[in-house]
């Protein structure tokens, strides 16, 4: 029997996987491991969320199918965080769509527009759903780079002119993972006239929105006038909300692209439990708190980690948002690679990071850093890491930590 699938045939090994497979072997062993290496929140979601999960459940009729594209009341709760928050209208029958996490959505919404052979711009490094999506899907990736700024302009202007077929799709993720690079909302103006100009799709993927550190909320590309005509936009109550194992997500914006991803849904799925759906709308209808919240502990945190790495001898620029430092290697160690450098911080120093290579080829000489351990852990791995740099010939920072 063949077993030489196609579509698996296209994806090559996922090396971040390595990584996890050694801290679950250390695990089982007994070490004690910090795990710095998978966006996995470890905080709760509000109480009154919780509260309205159990008290759906409890009823006898919340037990059967839901609905694929979402029950009413949770696409109509995030059209109107979408006019709080943007100040942009959303149609809730019509522009928006309830998923199972932005991952699920931006999976379907590929297969869903994809024909083989189409070619796709996506960013390297970026968040490996935004290729490996469209390459399940059978489609050829071009990158483009990460960073906003003229050579990013470059990059599209050439993909436009030089690639054959012309590309169909542009995906674009800020604030980024793994880079947590950020962009104003010039910068999607001056997206939305070039994917106008060159009649290309836009998807963007807004997860982390509400994690921003530098006081200035991040933009949605769907606040530039016009930005319906050419785009969807993905997001996702995993961080925010605290709540990444509900599998609550959403997309939302142009029609054809809302009608094309929620058919294919009706396909596939029957929706979240409604229980879970019920209280996401009790979370982005509810008190707010806890975003605020979310946000200055995501700032503390990130600020310990600079301020601790940096003593034991790891200079990390600090992130502006999300819940990721983007951590270039040591020098000293920048021979190893991403990858064997992580495996040696797992083996070494019990602190697990994910290495950016499997974010893509650019990712190469960088780790990303996920701020999901608390401030006592964070200090814990600091000091385990001091300790492999010394190791290593590596000199820390000549102060005492506070």
């Not at 100009?197 to 991040?218: F, K, M, N």
């Not at 509810?286 to 946000?295: E, M, S, T």
Request: hydrophobic fraction near 40%.
């Amino acid at each position: 029997m063949n077993d030489d699938f196609y579509r698996i045939r296209r994806l090559p090994p996922y090396v971040i996987a390595e990584v996890n497979a050694m801290r679950a072997a250390a695990r089982a062993a007994g070490e004690d491991i910090i795990d710095l290496g998978m966006g996995n929140p470890d905080l709760p979601p509000p109480p009154h969320v919780i509260d309205k999960l159990c008290e759906v459940a409890r009823k006898p009729d919340a037990h059967g199918y839901s609905a694929s594209k979402g029950i009413p009341g949770l696409r109509r709760a995030q059209a109107g965080y979408y006019q709080r928050r943007f100040g942009v209208e959303l149609d809730p029958e019509s522009e928006v769509v309830v998923t199972l996490g932005s991952k699920e959505g931006l999976a379907n919404l590929a297969q869903a527009i994809t024909a083989p052979g189409d070619v796709v711009l996506a960013p390297n490094p970026s968040y490996p759903i935004h290729t490996f999506g469209f390459i399940i899907a059978g489609a050829t990736i071009r990158s483009v780079p990460t960073t906003p700024d003229e050579r990013y302009w470059d990059a599209l202007d050439r993909a436009v002119k030089f690639t054959v077929p012309k590309p169909s799709v542009l995906v674009v993720g800020y604030p980024s993972n793994p880079t947590a690079e950020v962009v104003d909302l010039a910068f999607y103006e001056r997206l939305v006239a070039w994917a106008k100009e060159h009649q290309i799709w836009v998807l963007s993927d807004l997860a982390y929105s509400e994690l921003y550190y530098d006081g200035v909320p991040t933009p949605s590309i769907l606040q530039v006038p016009g930005a319906k005509d050419v785009a969807v936009e993905f997001t996702s109550m995993s961080k925010t909300y605290s709540m990444a194992g509900w599998r609550m997500g959403f997309a939302v914006g142009n029609k054809q692209l809302i009608a094309a991803l929620t058919r294919v849904k009706s396909y596939l799925d029957y929706g979240a439990f409604t229980p879970i759906q019920a209280a996401a709308v009790a979370a982005i209808n509810g008190p707010q708190d806890i975003v605020d919240q979310n946000r200055e502990l995501y700032k503390r945190r990130r600020d310990i980690l600079v301020e601790s790495f940096g003593r034991a001898g790891w200079e990390i620029p600090p992130s502006r948002a999300s819940m990721f430092c983007w951590a270039p290697l040591p020098p000293a160690l920048a021979h190893l690679g991403s990858l064997e450098f992580s495996k040696q911080l797992l083996t070494h120093a019990q602190v697990a990071v994910a290495p950016g290579v499997g974010y893509g080829e650019d990712g190469e000489g960088y780790v990303r850093i996920a701020m999901v351990e608390n401030e006592h852990r964070i200090r814990q791995a600091a000091r385990n890491v001091k300790r492999y740099l010394q190791s290593m010939g590596v000199n820390s920072v000549a102060k005492k930590a506070g």
